[in-house]
Structures are given as C-alpha cells and as structure tokens.
Antibody, heavy 120, light 110 residues
Framework: QLQLQESGPGLVKPSETLSLTCTVSGGSISSSGYYWGWIRQPPGKGLEWIGNINYSGNTYCNPSLKSRVTISVETSKNQFSLRLNSVTAADTAVYYC????????????WGQGTQVTVSS | QSALTQPASVSASPGQSITISCTGTNNDVGVYNYVSWYQQHPGKAPKVMIYDVNNRPSGVSNRFSGSKSGSTASLTISGLQAEDEADYYCSSYTTSSTWVFGGGTKLTVL
C-alpha cells in the first residue's frame, strides 16, 4: 500500500522560505507514469493546486505561484520537495502531497497534510 | 487561472439524490475529460470519488456518479447517507498544462 507523508517546519517567518518534503513509502517514486504534486488549503478555504513533478523532473506550477515555487525530486531518498520563497501570511495553509496517475485526473494517494503557519 | 464555479452549499434528506455542478470554460472543463471530484471530511485529506469525468475508483460506492456537458461537469450522489455529509471539490486540467480546483460545495444531509 503506497503511503505519502509530508514533513517540514510548522512555523515560517514572513519573507523566508517554506520547505516541505513528501516521503513516499510502499512504492518507487521513480516509476514512470506518475506525477507527484503539492496542493494546499488555507484555513476555512478551498483547495489550491501548487504544482507537480514527474520521475524525470519535469515540473508544472500554478502560474500565480510560479515565480516563488520550486518542486524537486530526490529519487535516492524516494522523496519530492516543495520550496516556496518570500512567504506571507497568505501562504498559511495545510499543505498536501499527492500522486496522480499520468494521462488521467486520478489523484489516488494523498498525504495526511501538514499545517504551515507564516508568522513572526 | 480562475477557480471552477461550484455552488457554496447543497442540502437534502437521507435517501434523496443531489447534483453538484462545476462550471469551467473552454480552457478547462470544456476541452478535456480530465475532471475529477474529491470528498473531504473535516480535518481529513481529500479522497477521490470520480476521475476522468465519470470513472469511479475501486471501493467508491456506485451511489456516486459523474457527467459532463459542455463546460459544466456534475457529481450526482443518490440514496444520500449521513456519511456523505462533507465538502466536495471538482478539479480539471487546463490548456496551460496546469490544474484548477473548484471553490468547493458543502453538502449537508438533513
């Protein structure tokens, strides 16, 4: 059974960089045909797609965040990561990592989510 | 990119059926069959209920079904049960090679 687990600081100061890692267990992140992505949810609000990456490192990001977002994959650790720089209070959210099957809208596995608060 | 449009809330009694709409544009829902629906209970991660417009993952009740007409996708839940009470989100692929979500619909089972 595939499992995804987010990890990273729960508190980030304004203007600094938010860094999260998603560790994949029960399967290989290097398997072709999958996209690994990040989605966030501000308190009391809806879901927002941040971006995704495939096993070969091809990335796609939300245009509204593109200038601040870096998504990378580390196959040796079976992990992928999110970096969001110059954060503000508007970046406070629960951040989820997920897997999507390629050529499909099927996001079949999700992490439990991790709360990140931006505050001084 | 603009969020897909969903009603903020819907409600119905147990046993009844409801339909949640998800309206996009000719840059997303209207051109791709990559529309999915997610159920989210409070404090939990989203769970996919429908993918690629009308496909149901293994383990999801056949009371859940999806459809699409033009730029509007729909999720129908028949035989409502108390456990269906949750937030529901649609999502679509876009012509910019990105993904967009709807604003979410709160389903209340009366």
């Amino acid at each position: 059974q595939l499992q995804l687990q987010e990890s990273g600081p729960g508190l980030v100061k304004p203007s600094e960089t938010l860094s999260l890692t998603c560790t994949v267990s029960g399967g290989s992140i290097s398997s072709s045909g999958y996209y690994w992505g990040w989605i966030r949810q501000p308190p009391g609000k809806g879901l927002e797609w941040i971006g995704n990456i495939n096993y070969s490192g091809n990335t796609y990001c939300n245009p509204s965040l593109k200038s601040r977002v870096t998504i990378s994959v580390e196959t040796s650790k079976n992990q992928f990561s999110l970096r969001l720089n110059s954060v503000t209070a508007a970046d406070t959210a629960v951040y989820y990592c997920s897997r999507r099957q390629g050529a499909s809208s099927f996001r079949d596995y999700w992490g439990q989510g991790t709360q990140v608060t931006v505050s001084s | 990119q603009s969020a897909l449009t969903q009603p903020a809330s819907v409600s119905a009694s147990p046993g009844q059926s409801i339909t949640i709409s998800c309206t996009g544009t000719n840059n997303d829902v209207g051109v791709y069959n990559y529309v999915s629906w997610y159920q989210q209970h409070p404090g939990k991660a989203p769970k996919v209920m429908i993918y690629d417009v009308n496909n149901r993952p293994s383990g999801v009740s056949n009371r859940f079904s999806g459809s699409k007409s033009g730029s509007t996708a729909s999720l129908t839940i028949s035989g409502l049960q108390a456990e269906d009470e949750a937030d529901y989100y649609c999502s679509s692929y876009t012509t910019s090679s990105t993904w967009v979500f709807g604003g979410g619909t709160k389903l209340t089972v009366l």
